[in-house]
């Protein structure tokens, strides 16, 4: 027994060897052989402008001081918006060709990239856009080109904007399963699928007045490209009069109808390359790695930081997707300390999340503006929480598409009573003092616990709403009354006080540096994640492992995928939360 011990231990002992010798090399791998080789720039190229994987502004920066490791991606939509910039000064670069692209990127998002491609046109140098189908979204980038291409049987969505809301109650009546509901805001409608079984007059004033605010501002953007009156757009959008080819070249939406060959043919002919040669291409990714990784002005003393806050707002460290208090405080108080350091831009993009967190980073906030300016620049959506963190900055911008609002806050709390219940469960508690047990359950809500919640709710939304009153030099009643949880487009926004200015990341660097008098300045990039050796395989940024997410994104689809995840948050949502009133899916 003790010889047999000691081979399975010998074979045990080999295979964690091996285990760390083979992970061990991709580490080393990773860290002297990940980055990629600098792309060479042949005279008379094209970028290929290819953005599926891009979703987010910021790619991060990953530290895992266990193993003395750093990542720093450069994957972000900032960071092809400053390749774009580049390339309209890069005597190799002739043009860029858009083909066949679909974006995952968010309206404000395609916003900034549409007037970064509307700069480059200024150049002289051509856009071209190629595709077999274009959505909505996908369209409005595509437009800004020079030229618009579409297969002879492609299609042209067209339509105008939409968006979904499902509603849980008759299948909660049905079912017995239940969510208990305490909130503020008569527009909160994070929960309302829940409470009713139809939408809220409310709820639905509110979606029809952001979603007309944001199909404005597409469609003044696609009308100053394609020469287009807006009253023609909509009327187009109405009579889905772009929903074949040959009525989108009639109603000049496109420029021609033609395949992919003709397509390269007609950039062939720009570029004076013969009709037999391949014209010389680079991909926008290699590109931009190439742009952000290229030697800095080490002359250029004064910088600027910018901080991005993307994703839901929790606790803990955070990553690339989520705001986490951890990372958001540190970057905060690092910014603050650097002498170098002159103003700081905080780039948001959240629906918000939870509400003590939100309230920490405000108060990192607050310390930080008596150190050096904090101006607030607002992606495809600022809500709840998100406006939270942005309400007590020097000045406020926003994008006219951009989501903000939602000042408002709401408690959730499953309950299985009724089909315990029904299934004959019986659960019996016992404690020593009256309120001892807090919330259970498989009890129905006990009123003293839902009158403690339902205070919490209400401190925290009079806390919020002071906050914003604060910031924004308003009176609580001034705020209270377009507050109440309602969601707003950045146009409107402006208009009722809760930004200051419509504008993207560059104007929010350009007030910063006028504001404290810098003329040359650089920029540096937050935050920069702490990670642990755990995360380092299926983590959000090693460059070699497919984490989780991506696995099961691959296996069911990623709008399956998103389905899963907004059921996974509202069970993982603690605490009152100040969140986005709902998932703003706009088709």
Known sequence: MKFLGNVLATIIGLFIFCMLFFFGILIIGAIFGGGSATTYVENNSVLELNLEEVTNDYGGKFNFEEIGYYEANHDGLTDVLKAIEVAKTDDKIKGISILNNTLALGIAQTKALRDQLDDFKKSGKFVMAYGNVYSQKDYYLNSVANTVYLNPVGELDFK????????????QDKTGLKMEVIRHGKYKSAVEPFLLSEMSPENRDQITTFLTSIWNAMATDISKSRNIPVAQLNIIASGLLARTPELALKNKLIDKIAYEDVYHDDIRKALKVAADEDYKTVNIMDYTQDIATSTSDFKVKDKIAIIYA??????????????GEGSMRRSLQ????????KAIVLRVDSPGGSALTSDL?????EITKKVKPVIVSMGNLAASGGYYIACNANQIFAESSTITGSIGVFGTLPNLSEVTKKYGINSELVETHENASGYSLFKPLDNNFRQF???????IYNTFVTRVATGRKMTFAQVDAIAQGRVWAGSDALRLGLVDKIGGLDAALDYASNLVKVKEYSTVDYPKYEKDFKDLFGGSGFPFMKSRENLIKEEIGIENYKIIEQIRKMNTQKGVQAIMPFEANIK
Request: proline fraction near 0%; avoid cysteine.
């Open 160 to 171: 105008g904007l939409s968006t979904e809301v499902m509603y849980f109650k008759d299948f």
């Open 310 to 323: 993307q994703g839901e707002i929790g606790s803990g460290e955070g990553d690339i997707n989520t705001v």
């Open 334 to 341: 690092e910014a603050r300390k650097d002498e170098d350091i």
């Open 361 to 365: 980073i405000w108060r990192e906030i």
């Open 453 to 459: 919640t339902q205070e919490s709710v209400e401190h």
